[in-house]
C-alpha cells in the first residue's frame, strides 16, 4: 500500500461514518455527524499531535487481508504475525430497526477475535480535538476509558484490560475482545452481549436493506457495494446527502484543488436519488426530499449546496493544525460554493421529485401541494436558464451562460408539464410546455455550434465539457440525434486519455486539471451505450471498474498514469456513475433463466 493511499474501507450508520485502513486503523472519522471535528484525522496529517487514530496493532505482523461481509456495511481485518498466530477485527457502526425508528448513535464497534496461535496486540485510541489541535482529557475506571473533547466526552466500554488500553501495553489474547466507542454513558449489559447483539442485527438490517434492490443481473457484487456506500452518505437525522465523507483529499498531487466535501450539495444528491431509484431504494428519495422541503422557499431561490442541518452559510476557512493529505495542504473547512450561483440545482431538485408523482408503492397524500412548492422553483429555472452562472463544475473565476446549466433549468419545467398532465390540470400543463419548448429551442440555438457540429459547454462557446454527456440521459435530446452522436464522439476525441476522461481541458481558475473526474468516464460509457456502441462501452466499463480500490470504492478522481485515487472520498458522484451504467450495460435477467 502507498502511504496514505486511499485503499481504505468505510462503515458507517447514516449518523457517523469512519475510513478504515487495510491494517484495521482508523484513519478519518467526524463526530458527532459526518460535518463535525474530525476525532480520527490522521488521514489528514495532525502537526502538533501524534494521534487521530485508532489502531489493534499485532505484534510482529507480517500481513494482513480485508473484505466486507457479504451485503453489508460491516468490515472485516485479518492480521498474521511472524509466529503463526492471527486475529480478525470485525468493525461496525450500530444500525437496526427497533421502537418504530432506527437506532443509528454516534457509536463504533469492534471485536478482536483469535484465529490462530497466541497472538499479542496493542490497543492504541488516540482522538483528537479541535481538527487536530488538541488532545483529550482521558479519566478511566473499571471497564472503561473516557475522552473529554471539546465539543463531546466518547466512552470506550470493553472487557479488555482497561490499564494496557490506556497505556498502550500489549497483552495476550486469548477470548474475543471487544470495544465500544459512543457517548459517555454506562453500558447497562455486558459488553460482548452488546456487541454480539449489535452485530447481529447490523449484519441483518444491511442484508434486508440489499434485499429490497432491484439489482441488475451482471456486476452485481460491485452494484450493491456502490449502493451500500450512498446508503452511507445520508444523514438520517434531516436527509441530507453528503458529497463525500472527507475534506481537502485534493484532486492531484501537490495542487491547491481540494475543497470539503461533508456537505449536502442538490445536485450531487439528487444524482444520487436517481441512481437509488432505479435500484428500487426509494425511501431515500423520501428522506431527501424531506430535507429539501425545509430549504424551499416561497420565491424559489436555492443555492448550489447547505450543511446537513439545514445550514445556509459555510464559510471557508483553511485549518493549520492540519498538515494535509500526506502534507498536501491546506486543509479546508466550509465550502465558499454556497455563494455561487449554479443554476442547474432548479432542475435537480424537480428531477428528484418527479417519481413521487408516479410511482404509486409510494404513500404520498397531498401530491397537489407538493406540486405547488415545486412551481417557485420552476419559476426560478425559467428565469434564469440563460444567464451566467459558475456551472456545474463551480468555476470561481467566471461565469458564462453554461449549456448544461441551461438543459437542467429546461428539465425543471419540461418535468413540471408532464407532472401537470399526470395531475390532471390542464392549463398548468399547458403553461410549463410553453415555457420548456420555448427554452429548448433557445438553448439548441445557442448551446449547439453549427461549424463544429457538436453542442459546446457555453452558450456561443466552442469548447467541450463532459456534462453535454448527459443531454440525452435528461431527456434534451434522443440518444440517435445527430448532434448528440457528434458530441459523444468529439468528447471522446477530445477529453479521453486511455481509459479515462477529464472534465475539460480548458485551464480554469487553478490551472489545467491534470486527473480524470471519475463520473465522466461512466457518463461516457452510458452515453456510448446509448447511442449503440454497446460492445465497446462494455469493454470499457469493464477495465474501470478494475480500478476501484480493492474494497470496491471509488474516490472522486483517477490519476491517467498509475490509476491512484485522488479526490475526496468515497465520492457519491463516482458510485453513482458505477450504478448508471451497470443497469444500461448488464444483460436482462432473463438471460440467467
Known sequence: MRPSSLDLGVIGNGTVAALVDPEGRFVFGCVPAFDGDPTFCSLLSPRHHQGGDWAIELIDGVDCEQH?????????????????????????????????????????????????????????????????ASEPDVTWGSNHVRY??????????????????????????????????????????????????????????????????????????????????????????????????????????????NWDYRYCWLRDAAFVVRALNRLG???????????????????????????????????????ESLAGYRGMGPVRRGNL?????????????????????????????????????????????????????????????????HTYSAVMCWAACDRLAKIAVHLGLGDRAQYWRERADAMHERICAEGFDTERGHFVDAFGGHRLDASLLLLADTGFVEPHDPRYVATVDAIGRDLRRGDALFRYVAPDDFGVPETSFTICTFWYIDALA?????????????RVLAKRNPLGLLSEDLAFEDNEHWGNFPQTYSHVGLITAAMRLSRPWQDAT
Open 337 to 401: 460554493a454556497w455563494l455561487q450561483h449554479q443554476h442547474d440545482v432548479y432542475g435537480s431538485v424537480v428531477l428528484a421529485s418527479t417519481q413521487l408523482f408516479f410511482d404509486l408503492r409510494l404513500n404520498q397524500p397531498d401530491l397537489l401541494s407538493l406540486f405547488a412548492r415545486l412551481e417557485p422553483v420552476g419559476e426560478r429555472a425559467f428565469e434564469l436558464y440563460d444567464r451566467p452562472d459558475a456551472g456545474l463544475w463551480e468555476f470561481r473565476g467566471r461565469a458564462e451562460t
Open 148 to 257: 473529554v473533547l471539546p465539543d463531546i466526552t466518547l466512552r470506550l466500554t470493553t472487557d479488555a484490560p482497561v490499564r494496557m488500553i490506556r497505556e498502550g501495553v500489549p497483552f495476550v489474547v486469548r477470548e474475543d475482545v471487544h470495544l465500544v466507542l459512543g457517548p459517555d454513558e454506562s453500558m447497562t449489559e455486558s459488553v460482548g452481549a452488546f456487541a454480539r447483539r449489535a452485530e447481529e442485527l447490523t449484519i441483518t438490517y444491511w442484508r434486508n436493506w440489499v434485499r429490497t434492490l432491484s439489482i441488475p443481473l451482471e456486476w452485481q457484487d460491485a452494484v450493491i457495494r456502490s449502493a451500500i456506500t450512498l446508503k452511507l452518505c445520508q444523514y438520517d437525522e434531516t436527509g441530507a446527502i453528503i458529497a463525500a465523507m472527507t475534506t481537502s483529499i485534493p484532486e492531484a498531487p501537490h495542487t491547491v484543488r
Open 68 to 132: 466486507y461481509l457479504a451485503n453489508t456495511a460491516v468490515l472485516r481485518t485479518v492480521l498474521r504475525d511472524a509466529h503463526g498466530g492471527a486475529i480478525e477485527i470485525v468493525d461496525f457502526a450500530p444500525r437496526w430497526y427497533q421502537f418504530d425508528r432506527f437506532f443509528r448513535p454516534v457509536m463504533f464497534v469492534r471485536r478482536v477475535r483469535v484465529l490462530a496461535g497466541q497472538p499479542r496486540i496493542r490497543v492504541v485510541l488516540r482522538p483528537l480535538g479541535d481538527y487536530g
Open 530 to 542: 446509448s447511442i449503440g456502441r454497446c460492445d465497446e462501452a462494455r469493454e470499457l466499463f469493464e
Open 281 to 319: 431504494a426509494t425511501r431515500t428519495m423520501e428522506e431527501y426530499l424531506r430535507y429539501v422541503s425545509n430549504l424551499t422557499t416561497p420565491d424559489g431561490l436555492l443555492q448550489p449546496l447547505y450543511g446537513i442541518g439545514f445550514e445556509r452559510e459555510l464559510a471557508e476557512d483553511e485549518v
